[in-house]
C-alpha cells in the first residue's frame, strides 16, 4: 500500500498467483476442452464508423471457434470485459481475491482474450478503478502512462482513449509530436505474473502470443475520483452516445481534430 498503491506506482507482482489453481490449470487448452460451447462477444479494434456504438461487438459465437480462429493467425477480434462470475462461476474456484489493502468489487472479474499481434488501444478504465490484471498464455507488452500524461497523449474528447491512428508500437512523432514529451512504463507480463496498474492510468497492450487475462478491479475510495467516475458514465458518457447517434461521423471527425489541437497546445 505504502510503495505501490498509494503513490499510483504500477508493479509486476511475481507471486500474488504462485498457489493459486488457475495458475496451473488455466491454458488456452484447458479453456477450449472446458468452456469451448459458451457463445462470447468477440470485438474489433477498428474505430467505431459513423453513428455506430464505440463498443458494439462484432460477432457472437462459440468460444472453441474463436480459440481455432486465434490458432490460425487472427489478431483484429478479441473478447473484452467478459464476466466470469455470470458466464462460468466455476472458475472462481481456481483463484482468490488477495490482500493488497484493496477492496475488490467482485461482481466484476473479467476476462480480455487475443491472438499473435493483437494490440488494444491506448485507453483508460472509465470506472477509474485500481486494476490488477492477472495474466495467463502467451506474453504481453503493456506500455503505461499516469493521468498527468492525459495532455500528451492525443485523448479523444467524449472518450476514454487516445485517437486510433497512432501506433504506440512505433510512433510517428513527426505527426503526432506531443508524444515525445509523454513519460510512462513499459511491462512485459507472462503467465503467472500480475500486472498491478493503478487508478485512471492509460494502458496500451500488444499480444505477443495468445493469451489472457483476469482483471480484478477495486473501485476508488476518495471523493473526487468517485465524482469524477460518476461524471464519466453519467455525463461524458451519455453526452458521446447522444450525439454520435445524432450527428454521427461530424461528431467524430471533430473530437479527433480537437484530439490533436489539444495535445499541439500542451506542447
Ligand atoms: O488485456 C487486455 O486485452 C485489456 C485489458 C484492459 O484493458 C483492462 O484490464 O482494463
Known amino acids: 500500500m505504502e510503495r505501490y498503491l498509494h503513490p499510483a506506482q504500477p508493479v509486476i507482482l511475481n507471486s500474488l498467483m504462485a498457489q493459486w489453481p488457475a495458475t496451473q490449470k488455466w491454458s488456452i487448452e484447458f479453456l477450449q476442452s472446458e468452456f469451448g460451447h459458451l457463445e462470447v462477444p468477440v470485438y474489433s479494434s477498428k474505430p467505431a464508423q459513423g453513428k455506430q456504438h464505440q463498443h458494439a461487438a462484432e460477432q457472437h459465437l462459440e468460444l472453441s471457434k474463436y480459440l481455432n480462429m486465434l490458432k490460425s493467425g487472427e489478431n483484429d477480434l478479441r473478447i473484452f ?8 462461476p466455476e ?10 489493502g484493496m477492496e475488490f468489487f467482485k461482481r466484476l472479474p473479467v476476462l480480455f482474450m487475443g491472438g499473435k499481434d493483437t494490440r488494444v488501444q491506448m485507453h483508460f478504465d472509465i470506472d477509474l478503478a485500481n486494476l490488477i490484471l492477472c495474466h495467463f498464455g ?3 507488452t503493456v506500455l503505461l502512462f499516469a493521468p498527468d500524461q492525459s495532455r500528451f497523449l492525443y485523448r479523444v474528447p467524449y472518450s476514454f482513449s487516445a485517437l486510433h491512428s497512432i501506433d504506440f508500437t512505433n510512433p510517428d512523432l513527426e505527426q503526432y509530436p506531443a508524444l515525445a514529451h509523454a513519460k510512462g512504463y513499459v511491462a512485459h507480463i507472462e503467465h503467472g505474473q500480475a500486472l498491478f496498474i493503478p487508478s485512471g492510468f492509460w494502458h496500451f497492450i500488444v499480444y505477443e502470443d495468445i493469451g489472457f487475462s483476469m482483471t480484478l478491479r477495486s473501485l476508488p475510495t476518495d471523493l473526487s475520483s468517485r465524482l469524477q467516475l460518476l461524471r464519466n458514465i453519467v455525463v461524458t458518457r451519455t453526452v458521446e452516445g447522444i450525439m454520435r447517434k445524432t450527428i454521427g461521423q461530424r461528431w467524430n471527425d471533430r473530437n479527433e481534430r480537437l484530439a490533436v489541437e489539444r495535445a499541439e497546445l500542451s506542447i
Open 81 to 88: 470485459f467478459y464476466n466470469i462470475l455470470q458466464n462460468a
Open 91 to 100: 472458475l472462481l474456484q481456481d483463484f482468490e481475491y488477495p490482500e493488497l
Open 138 to 140: 502467451g506474453p504481453k
